[in-house]
Every structure is written in structure tokens, then in C-alpha cells.
């Protein structure tokens, strides 16, 4: 059984509506929700999901090696922060076609029509039964660790205000 | 001379926001890193500062149970007073959050023009409230009056008009 997640507010706006249809649609994986708080309310609403709450960052990484793909299903995102963390474990990443997330993370990882969950059901079975669908890790990890290392970062801040 | 930063930041009590936590890691960051800089962080006492953990940086306590629109207002005046004995000739960079871009904006008072700017992530408007979409046009409003906006993101930064000093650095992954 394939294991797929994402990590973030249990709200609508970070896709949990979304994640929990395609909980429901996609049979052959389990799907994780890693947050820091969740209200009972919540759990049982989506009752497809299975939560993660509370870890600290060492144990969320043991966790997420362990995890086969990362679906982000964001509805608002600035960047995105668990898509990076995802590439930097190796992880491959679906996501909706959102500007700001494909402005940073360019082909790095799969792009799915914007709130098609149908396309999004399709895209995640392609990528579990290794059909196809599946970016080059390596390349988007350094693609990651060249752009967005806080060297690189904070250097191009300093050049800017000094 | 030793180059000196002020960062401020609104801190979130609730839940952890990526823009707050990146925006400390950051400075965090930049702060060990260079020793020839001194960098002062201002944020009240949420949940990114208690992980970032750095001493060096002033935390002020609010009541989290306070009314928003006080505590809107009584950091951004708390910003302004913590930042107002500091050398003029300081940078002064803040996150996007209402408290530290009303706090910005006055400092202009103090600061020299080029040395003030704010990190914007991006530029959503995240629900149909009035209230929602007045703060979106009061963030827009301010981060135009501080007028050196640093981006996380191309597309943001190609959404706000030129009239703006616009700058790309990308956002940190720690």
C-alpha cells in the first residue's frame, strides 16, 4: 500500500477537502495529514485521512521517508514550504498548476489542472503504478539546494540592502 | 561601521504560519552567519519565535486573548517605540502583517528613504469577508507607501505595479 501526505493547517484553504476526495477515490494508497493541532471536529469530518499531530521535526522526517508521494492540493500558497521539504527528502510532489508554486518550483514537480480532482485522481495513480508522472529527484533537489539555500538567500537580501 | 539590521514580525499564537517562521529563520539565519553584522529581531512572543529560540532577539508579550484590532495596533505602536532610539542609519526590513507595515510606514519619519523595506510572500485575498479584503487593500496601500518591496516569488512580484521598487531573493528552505 502506497503511503501519500501533506503537511499543514487542517483547513480548506490548504486543500483538506480536496485530499480527503482523493482519499476516498484512490484505494491503493493510505493518505497522511501531518499538522500540530487537530480538533476532534475535524478528524471525524474526514475520516479518510489519517492525522499525524503534534510531531517535532526529527520525527516528522523519519515519517515522511517513509512516505511515496506528497499531494498538495493548496488552494492559496506564497511558496509552499512542505513542497521544498518534500524535494529536499526525495519525495515526489503533485500539486495544483498555482502561479506562485509553479513560479518557484518551475518543473521540478507535477502540475495538475487547477481543481480538477479528476485529473488529480489520475496523476497520483499514474505516479503509484510507476506509469510515468515522476520527476527526476535529484535533479529537483539540487534544483532546490541552488536556489533556495539560505546561503543563497540571505546573500541576495544583503546584496540588495548593502 | 558595523552594518546593523532591525527585522520586525508579527509572531502567530495559534498555529505556525510559514511567512512568520521563514521570516525569523531567516534573520536567525543571517545573524550567525555574520559576524559583522548586528541583527535585531522584533516580534511579539507567538509560536515561530519559541522555536527559532534566539535570545538575541526582543520578544514582546501581548495577550493573545486580546482583541485583534488592539493587538494590531499596540505592536505596531510597540515596534515603533522599540525601533525609534535605534541609529537612523540602520536597515529596517519587515514582514507583511498589518502591525510591522504600520510600523514601517512611521518609521519613514526616522529613516532614511532607501533604507526601509518590506518582505512580501504573496498577495491573496483569502476569503470573500469585507474584513478580509480590507486588510488586503491596507496591506497593498502600505507596502506601496514603504515603497522597497523584497519578493519571495516572481509571480507576486509581477503582480504589484512598478510604481514600486521591487526585489527578487526567493524564499529560504531551512
Redesign the interface.
Known amino acids: 500500500m502506497k503511503k501519500i501526505y501533506f503537511v499543514g493547517?487542517p483547513v480548506k484553504?490548504k486543500g483538506i477537502e480536496d485530499f480527503s476526495y482523493l482519499a476516498g477515490k484512490i484505494k491503493e494508497a493510505k493518505f497522511y495529514w501531518f499538522c500540530?493541532?487537530l480538533d476532534n471536529s475535524i478528524k471525524n469530518k474526514y475520516k479518510k485521512i489519517n492525522f499525524l499531530v503534534g510531531l517535532n521535526d526529527r520525527e516528522m522526517k523519519k515519517k515522511i521517508s517513509d512516505m511515496d508521494l506528497m499531494a498538495c492540493c493548496s488552494r492559496?500558497?506564497?511558496?509552499c514550504?512542505p513542497i521544498?521539504?518534500a524535494i529536499?527528502l526525495k519525495k515526489p510532489v503533485i500539486s495544483y498548476r498555482l502561479?506562485?508554486v509553479?513560479?518557484?518550483y518551475l518543473n521540478n514537480i507535477e502540475y495538475i489542472k487547477c481543481f480538477s480532482l479528476n485529473k488529480y485522481v489520475r496523476g497520483i495513480k499514474k505516479v503509484i503504478s510507476n506509469k510515468g508522472l515522476c520527476k527526476d529527484a535529484k535533479k529537483a533537489r539540487m534544483f532546490?539546494i541552488n536556489?533556495?539555500?539560505?546561503?543563497?538567500?540571505?546573500q541576495?537580501?544583503?546584496k540588495?540592502?548593502? | 561601521m558595523n552594518k546593523k539590521i532591525i527585522a520586525l514580525t508579527t509572531d502567530p499564537y495559534g498555529n505556525i504560519h510559514g511567512y512568520s517562521l521563514v521570516f525569523i529563520r531567516l534573520f536567525n539565519f543571517i545573524q550567525k552567519n555574520n559576524p559583522d553584522l548586528t541583527v535585531t529581531l522584533i516580534s511579539n512572543d507567538g509560536v515561530c519565535s519559541k522555536i527559532v529560540n534566539n535570545k538575541k532577539f526582543l520578544k514582546i508579550k501581548l495577550n493573545p486573548k486580546s482583541n485583534l484590532l488592539f493587538k494590531t495596533i499596540f505592536l505596531a505602536f510597540l515596534f515603533i517605540k522599540n525601533v525609534w532610539h535605534c541609529d537612523k542609519g540602520s536597515v529596517l526590513i519587515s514582514n507583511t502583517e498589518i502591525p510591522e507595515l504600520l510600523a514601517a510606514f512611521f518609521l519613514k519619519i526616522k529613516f532614511k528613504h532607501g533604507n526601509i523595506y518590506c518582505i512580501v510572500h504573496d498577495n491573496h485575498v483569502r476569503d470573500k469577508l469585507l474584513k478580509t479584503k480590507m486588510i488586503n487593500k491596507l496591506r497593498n496601500f502600505l507596502i506601496k507607501r514603504v515603497n522597497n518591496a523584497i519578493f519571495v516569488n516572481r509571480y507576486t512580484m509581477k503582480q504589484l505595479d512598478s510604481s514600486i521598487n521591487k526585489f527578487y531573493i526567493g524564499n529560504p528552505i531551512f
Do not use: H, M
Open positions: 493547517l484553504e500540530l493541532k492559496f500558497e506564497g511558496f514550504l521544498a521539504e529536499l502561479k506562485e509553479e513560479s518557484t532546490v536556489n533556495y539555500s539560505p546561503e543563497v538567500v540571505s541576495r537580501l544583503l540588495i540592502i548593502f
